[in-house]
Every structure is written in C-alpha cells, then in structure tokens.
C-alpha cells in the first residue's frame, strides 16, 4: 500500500466562529487560533482544517462565501491568517481550507452580475430556469427547508440553490466557472496551504435533463440529495486534479453527501487521479440519516459494526477512509452514541483511532464536550434548524415540542456553542457577549481542567494520537488489515488489527453496563501486552462500563 504524509496523519477540525475569541467580539477568529497553536501541538495533532474563513453575510455561517480571496472581516484580516500558516508551520501542523464551491454567497460579485440580467456574461456562472406550470421548474427541495428554486423578479427567471436561496449553485458545466474556481485553488496553494476539503463535492453535477420532479419521500419536496454523484462529478475533479492539486504537495478530502462505497472508490481511489479521501455518512446516517434527519433513533451497535466493516474492508488497499463521527454538522457522538460520561467519551474514541484510514478530531471533540440544552427555538443560530422548525410545524407535519426533542437531539448547532476552554466566564471563549449560549456543563468540562488531570478525556485523545503517529505500532495502526470479531456482540466492538510488523487487538465495550467478553479461540493470547487499558489476560474478559482495551499480540 503506498505510504503518504496524510494516511500517518490525525486531523482537527476547527470551527472558527466557536474557537476562540481574541478581540471581546463574541466570535472566534484567526488570532484566537494562534493563540492556540501550543495547545494544539500538545495534544500532537498534525493537521487544522479549518472551517471557512472567507469573506462571507454569514447566512450559513461562512459557506455562502461573497469574496474568495479575502478574510471573513469577523475572523481578521489576510495578514492574520499569514501569520497564523507560519506559525502552525512552525509547529509541525499543516493547515487544510474548507473548499465551497457547490455554491456562492447572493452577495459573491459573480451572482450580483448574473443576476442583473438574462444577457450579462456571467449568466451561465449559475443554474436559470424559467416557471413551469406557473411554479418552480422542478419539485426539489433546499435542504434549509423550502424549495430549492427562487424566483428572481428583475430577470422573471428560477434559480437553483440545494442550500439556502443566499446561496445559488455554480453551474460547473461551464469551463469559465471552472477556471475561475481552478484559478482561486492554485491563488491559496502559492501561499502555501497544505490541501482542501471540499464541501458537498458529490454535488456539483446536476442530474441529466429534461429534470423531473424526485419523491417527496412524505415531506413538502422533492430530495435534494438526487443530485449526488451526478454524471459529470468525477471528470470535473480529474480535471481539478489536473491543473491543481497534482501540481501540489497536497491532502484532499471530499465531503461526498450520498457517496456509496462504489463511489468512494472512484472518487478517492488510490490512482491519485481524483482525490485522497472522502467523508461518507452511511454510519451517522444510522439513528437517522440526511432525508429523515429529523429522529432520535438508537444508533443500534452491530449495525454500527456491520457499516463501519463494510467501509474497512471495502476501500483497503483500493482508496482511504476518513474516521470521523464528530464536524461542525454533527450532533456530539459522546451524546448521540455515549451517555455523555468521560468514559464513554474515551471507549468510543478508542474504538474509531485505532482502525484504518486518517481520524478527524472535532474542536471539543477531545474534552469531551456533549450535546447542549438549548431549550426554545430561540436560542438555536443553525440555518437548518430553525428553518426545519417553521416549516415542519407550520405545514402542520410535525408537533412542535416532539420536533423540538429531536432538534435537541440532532441540531448542528449542538457542535456549535463556544469551545469550552476554562471554568471561567464565557467557558474562556471570549471576553465579549457570545454569538451563542455556551453550554452549561463548561466548569466542569473545560480544557484547563482536563490538562491538569492525566485521565482525563485530553490526554485519552493525545495517547491515541500518539500511538498512531509516533510508536512500536504506528506502521499497524495506519497500515494494517482490520478484521472484525464477535459481529453478533450488541455491546461490544472488538476488531484485530495486523501487519507484517506485528498485531494489535481492540475490545470496546460500548455500553453502560458492565459485560463478558470470551476472546476468540484463534486470537494468540499468551504474550499479549496492553497497550491501552490494563484488563486481566484472562480468556473471558470482565469489561466494565465503557472500557476499551488495546494490546499488541507478538
Ligand atoms: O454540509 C452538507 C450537508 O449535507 C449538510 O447539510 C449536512 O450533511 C447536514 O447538515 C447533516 O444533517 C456542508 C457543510 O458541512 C455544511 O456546514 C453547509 O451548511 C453545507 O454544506 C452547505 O455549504
């Protein structure tokens, strides 16, 4: 299997606006990062990616960017971010941009020119439709609530927009809007960038024409996730590859909504032709996924197994999977998949680093910050949140507080609130009014503390990392076989990990209570040496609640 710098790498995702706030605004920002760059290296990550930092009205938080070549004037100015590359340089992390090019901000120039009229000559830069019937040309939704089309009274003309109407589609079979996006990509690599991830890549080919209403699936429209894949996806990113990312010392990573594990072999397949990697949803996707988000079921532990697996041994040696349960659009995995406790936290984090492919750690992530309890519809900020809301209870498809439990329980928003840095006011975040309520739990869930307690959830996440990046069993960490054990077992996650350097084996108990676990007559178990957790060596394991073991077999 070839070797590269970002499959032997741990990634953290920051969320500017919730990090960390240096100038009393209430809102995070470039500087507050740098300030945190110490604090980073320690926990031995090696790479930021950062959520986007680009001139953006904030609609969506910074993915309706309205100025690609310019700084987000909340988060600072390009001389901020400048300093703020050197430095994380300096400390050995390499710094990967958020790529938004589905879509722009209404306010990007581009738009202001296309929309001014049906001749200008960025009118093709975005997808315009005339009424059908009088309506939207097609029945799709926005995946922000409502249709995906808006009407534009100057030019009497349907644009298309999968987000929200502040945010119109590019129209990527136009050479001209892929130049211009090519040419931005090579701008941020010149000044040293260290790769992109790209959001709702999977998108940016609309579906053949004529287009035709898609199923409502019980709701007001049409999905908006037909367009995944489409038929041109993969020769617009080869094409991408072409003229940038091959010309770079880059890693990439597609957000691919809707990618199947035949998709993820085109698009991150080992060839180097497209890209290194993808962020598929199949896992997050089980206690409710994108076109019924709006549940609590019980993420079931063995389907769990069963996908995850699928994914393991699906892509090895074939392309590379990302590791993640926790972004910026997640509910809290402590939360959702957890009860909340360290331990949980820790069993949990246990059981996703040791496995194959590049883990994505997301800001809190590894304090072991939950979910928050907003209360009212008020206090959410998220888009989508509020929008699903209103028009779930206005049409009269949902009952308001059950919809709100779900909200609670879902809401991107929970990934959200303030990084929780001291016991002190504003969790330390900022010195100002935040921009939303941090959670409640800060004085007992903070970075201070947990840097003052060898067993807290911090310095779990700085062992995993370390294991990975710099031990006796990095090279089987990154590179070995996984195979699974015990598929039945409903609460424990249990998977052996082997090269031709040695063999690890991983036993979770990924439940409140406190289980036996028979290891498997073929496992070699004589010499095994713990390497995370410190069970007996018995045969039959007595596993508490939430503990996680990792010994090295040879
Ligand atoms: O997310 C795409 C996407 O599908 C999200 O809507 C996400 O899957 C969903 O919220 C989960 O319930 C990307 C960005 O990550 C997201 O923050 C943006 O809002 C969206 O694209 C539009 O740019």
Redesign the pocket.
């Known amino acids: 299997m070839k070797r590269a710098w970002w499959k032997e790498s741990v990634v953290y995702q920051i969320y500017p606006r919730s990090f960390c706030d240096s100038d009393g605004d209430g809102i995070g920002d470039l500087n507050g990062i740098r300030s945190k760059i110490p604090y980073l290296a320690k926990l031995g990550i090696n790479v930021i990616w950062l959520?986007p930092i680009y001139r953006s009205p904030n609609d969506?938080?910074g993915?309706?960017i309205s100025g690609y070549y310019a700084i987000m004037d909340e988060f600072g100015t390009m001389e901020d971010f400048d300093a703020l590359l050197a430095e994380a340089h300096q400390a050995g992390i390499r710094i990967v941009m958020?790529l938004?090019v589905?879509?722009t901000s209404d306010e990007h120039p581009w738009f202001v020119e296309s929309r001014s009229s049906a001749e200008n000559d960025k009118r093709d830069y975005y997808i315009w439709r005339p009424a059908k019937d009088g309506g939207p040309p097609t029945n799709w939704g926005s995946?922000?609530s409502g249709s995906a089309w808006e009407w534009d009274e100057k030019t009497g003309m349907y644009y298309l927009h999968?987000?929200?109407k502040k945010?119109p589609d590019l129209n990527w079979s136009n050479p001209k809007v892929r130049d211009e996006v090519f040419d931005m990509m090579t701008w941020w690599c010149e000044k040293g960038i260290d790769g992109f991830r790209m959001?709702?890549i999977s998108?940016i080919s609309k579906p053949p024409e004529p287009w035709e209403d898609s199923p409502t699936e019980g709701g007001l429209y049409g999905s908006p996730?037909i367009t995944c894949n489409g038929p041109h996806v993969h020769e617009y990113l080869q094409e991408m590859n072409r003229r940038v990312l091959s010309k770079y010392d880059l890693m990439t990573v597609g957000?691919t909504?809707g990618v199947t594990l035949e998709e993820a072999k085109k698009y991150a397949n080992s060839d180097g032709s497209e890209l290194d990697m993808v962020f598929q949803?199949e896992h997050?996707g089980l206690d409710g996924g994108?076109s019924d988000?709006w549940v609590r079921r019980k993420m079931d532990l063995r389907e769990l197994k069963e996908n995850l697996t699928k994914w393991q041994v699906g892509l090895e040696g074939v392309a590379w999977n990302s590791l993640f349960f926790c972004?910026?659009?997640?509910p809290r995995i402590v939360s959702r998949l957890g009860d909340d406790s360290p331990a949980s936290a820790k069993c949990i984090a246990t059981m996703l680093h040791m496995m194959q492919g590049t883990p994505y750690v997301y800001q809190g992530e590894e304090l072991g910050m939950t979910n928050c309890p907003f209360g009212p519809i008020e206090n959410y900020r998220d888009?989508?949140s509020i929008n699903a809301y209103r028009e779930l209870t206005e049409a009269g498809l949902r009952e308001k507080d059950e919809l709100l439990d779900c909200i609670a329980y879902?809401s991107?928003d929970n990934a959200r609130t303030p990084m929780q840095w001291t016991g002190g006011k504003n969790a330390g975040f900022t010195a100002g009014t935040p921009w939303i309520m941090v959670n409640p739990n800060y004085q007992t869930i903070n970075a201070k503390a947990e840097l003052q307690d060898q067993d807290s959830v911090f310095y779990h996440y700085q062992k995993l990392i370390s294991l990975r990046r710099r031990s006796p069993w990095s090279d089987i960490i990154v590179y070995g076989h996984y195979r699974l054990l015990a598929p039945e077992d409903p609460n424990v996650y249990s998977y052996i990990r082997e090269s031709d350097t040695g063999k690890l084996l991983i036993v979770c108990n990924l439940s409140p209570e406190s289980v036996s676990f028979r290891i498997p007559e073929d496992v070699q178990w004589s010499e095994a040496v713990p390497i995370v957790g410190s069970a007996s060596l018995d045969r039959i394991l007595k596993l508490q609640p939430w503990q996680a073991e990792v010994w090295s077999l040879v």
């Open positions: 959520s969506d938080n993915y309706d958020d938004v589905n879509h995946s922000f999968f987000f929200s945010q959001d709702v998108m996730w957000e909504a949803f997050v994108l988000k972004n910026h659009d997640q888009i989508e879902k991107r």
